[in-house]
T-cell receptor, first 115, second 111 residues
């Protein structure tokens, strides 16, 4: 069974702090994704990666960066946290589409509050 | 544009009722389709894929109408445990195109 873990379930940070959200998957999946989920806005894709050291912007990359130094780990970085980045952050992984159904396996999420 | 539209609900139904959700998508070239379920304060989990010929998994039936660009999910004999948000998800494809998620439809099954 695929397991995607995220470093924190809840996080409280102050405006201007640098924030690291870590995600690790144990199924050797090539693809990894970061989403944020807000009431009324649904899931929005921030960044994704199809391989180590590769990254692609999603729909809302502003204010975020990512790092994928190892296949199993995908980090989301908030360079200078702002209150509008208060949200639920969800990491996901999947096999490549060419391998079959591009099903996403999600981590449990990190609820980030920026004060 | 790649859009997936769902009625946000909430749908409040009594136990045992049959309830149906619809979802429309914007691109006729879309490749694959899914329904995810998300419980309150939890991550989304795959409920079922949606196949062109329609498919059933126990009390759940998914159907796809490519001509009209909509997907449906039917839940029969609703249980209290079916209360959740149901996300319609489309792979606009091809290749490694990210999935596009609808905003979800909230279902509350009432005793």
């Amino acid at each position: 069974d695929v397991k995607v873990t995220q470093s924190s379930r809840y996080l409280v940070k102050r405006t201007g702090e640098k924030v690291f959200l870590e995600c690790v998957q144990d199924m050797d999946h090539e693809n990894m994704f970061w989403y944020r989920q807000d009431p009324g806005l649904g899931l929005r894709l921030i960044y994704f990666s199809y391989d180590v050291k590769m990254k692609e912007k999603g729909d809302i990359p502003e204010g975020y960066s990512v790092s994928r130094e190892k296949k199993e780990r995908f980090s989301l970085i908030l360079e200078s946290a702002s209150t509008n980045q208060t949200s639920m952050y969800l990491c996901a992984s999947s096999l490549p589409s060419t391998s079959g159904s591009p099903v996403r396996h999600f981590g449990p999420g990190t609820r980030l509050l920026v004060l | 544009r790649k859009e997936v539209e769902q009625d946000p609900g909430p749908f409040n139904v009594p136990e045992g009722a049959t309830v149906a959700f619809n979802c429309t998508y914007s691109n006729s070239a879309s490749q694959s389709f899914f329904w995810y379920r998300q419980d309150c304060r939890k991550e989304p989990k795959l409920l079922m894929s949606v196949y062109s010929s329609g498919n059933e998994d126990g009390r759940f039936t998914a159907q796809l109408n490519r001509a009209s660009q909509y997907i449906s999910l039917l839940i029969r004999d609703s249980k209290l445990s079916d209360s959740a948000t149901y996300l319609c998800v489309v792979n606009f494809g091809p290749g490694n195109t990210p999935l596009v998620f609808g905003k979800g439809t909230r279902l509350s099954v009432i005793a």
